[in-house]
């Protein structure tokens, strides 16, 4: 049985092979025996009848996640601030993010979005905001930069 705990996380099973990979928060297995798991943020457990494989420190973001933001639901973006299209784009897509300065950061709060992003890939839907709002945005590395990088 796998059980989350406030999570995003991948199960795959064949036959006998069950692997379990968190991206954010913890996911108990338990197995046959009885005995609970803890998976945290960024490992991966791997079970094959009785013999288990760890990873550890695996990146949150990149091709082995994208499938998570392709299914999750759009975000109405219609008078929300940019602070939370920034931070939900992060969540989606498990990146870090970074803002130029505190200032802006402050400000992300006040600039109110307009429109919709139905339709967009994420660099669509960054261009598309960065274009609109006048504050650039930019992911790379597992990181927004919201601003462009600090100097």
């Known amino acids: 049985m796998v059980r989350h705990v406030g999570t995003q996380f991948q199960v795959h099973v064949a036959g006998n092979n069950t692997r379990v990979r968190v991206r954010e928060g913890r996911v108990l297995l338990t197995r046959a025996t009885g005995t609970p798991t803890d998976i945290a943020a960024g490992d991966e457990l791997r079970v094959a009848g009785e013999d288990m494989q760890w990873q550890r420190g695996l990146p949150s973001f990149g091709t082995d996640w994208e499938w998570s933001a392709g299914i999750a639901p759009a975000l109405e973006i ?19 993010i970074q803002y130029r300065d505190e200032t802006l950061q ?7 979005l307009h429109g919709s992003l139905d339709q967009l890939d994420a660099a669509a839907m960054l261009e598309r905001v960065a274009l609109v709002t006048g504050v650039s945005l930019m992911a790379r590395e597992g990181v927004l930069w919201v601003g462009g990088r600090a100097q």
Request: proline share 4%.
């Open 78 to 96: 219609e008078n929300r601030p940019l602070a939370e299209f920034v931070t939900w784009m992060a969540r989606e897509h498990g990146w870090q």
């Open 106 to 112: 402050h400000r992300t709060l006040d600039i109110r």
